[in-house]
């Protein structure tokens, strides 16, 4: 039972132009969402989260929109850079019932290209 | 800045062996984790801790043992490596906090079971 999905493997986009990858969830009980970013050979890095009762979380180039009704998430990333390539990994957790276990998805590779 | 150090980054053990992976933290972490990657899987719990001698099963948790000491360290056992344990694994700490869940990943260890 996948509680998150990312239903696309993978994402081009030209350098400089918007960025957006898209994230579902089952699991009503998730009030924590987080976005890690990861480099073929590294561990993931943390990128940037979302408290559901917040609707949208920027930093920098990068905002997190969640939309509770329709549970998903979505990240922005603008304007797109050639760094930015790598997986990405969306992630909840239900706070009040798991702590600080966290679901992930099962990743988009981002392609920036130059 | 939080590190989380696995001791190996790539192994190649054979079939029936005992394989230990082992993971140490430096900033005081209540609760560690260990997760595989597998391609269009995502990152799949195996084992959490949330203290010393705690331990709770994940969502993959056959095949695994852990063990938890000390606080700052966290050890993943392969007790009779299979050739379907061949993954990266990926060990991570984070605090108990409940306003945040942010995780800090190691490195991974890409482990080759032959």
């Known amino acids: 039972d996948q509680q998150v999905k990312q239903n696309s493997p993978s994402l081009s986009v030209q350098e400089g132009r918007i960025s957006i990858l898209n994230c579902d969830y089952t699991?009503?009980?998730?009030?924590?969402f987080l976005w890690y970013k990861k480099y073929p050979a590294e561990g993931p890095t943390f990128l940037i989260s979302i408290s559901s009762i917040k609707d949208k979380n920027e930093d920098g180039r990068f905002t997190v929109f969640l939309n509770k009704s329709a549970k998903h998430l979505s990240l922005h990333i603008v304007p797109s850079q050639p760094g930015d390539s790598a997986v990405y990994f969306c992630a909840a957790s239900a706070r009040e019932t798991s702590g600080s276990r966290l679901t992930f998805g099962e990743g988009t590779q981002l392609t920036v290209n130059p | 800045d939080v590190k989380v150090t696995q001791s190996s980054r790539y192994l190649v053990k054979r079939t029936g062996e005992k394989v230990f992976l082992e993971c140490v933290q430096d900033?005081?972490?209540?609760?560690m984790f260990w997760y595989r990657q597998d391609p269009g899987l995502g990152l799949r719990l195996i084992y959490f801790s949330y203290d010393v001698k705690m331990k709770e099963k994940g969502d993959i948790p056959e095949g695994y043992s852990v063990s938890r000491e000390k606080k700052e360290r966290f050890s993943l056992i392969l007790e009779s490596a299979s050739t379907n344990q061949t993954s990266m694994y990926l060990c991570?700490?984070?605090?108990?906090?409940?306003?945040?869940?942010?995780?800090?990943f190691g490195q991974g260890t890409r482990l080759t079971v032959v």
């Open positions: 900033m005081d972490h209540e609760n």
């Open positions: 991570a700490s984070s605090l108990v906090d409940f306003k945040n869940t942010e995780a800090f």
């Open positions: 699991n009503s009980m998730f009030d924590y």
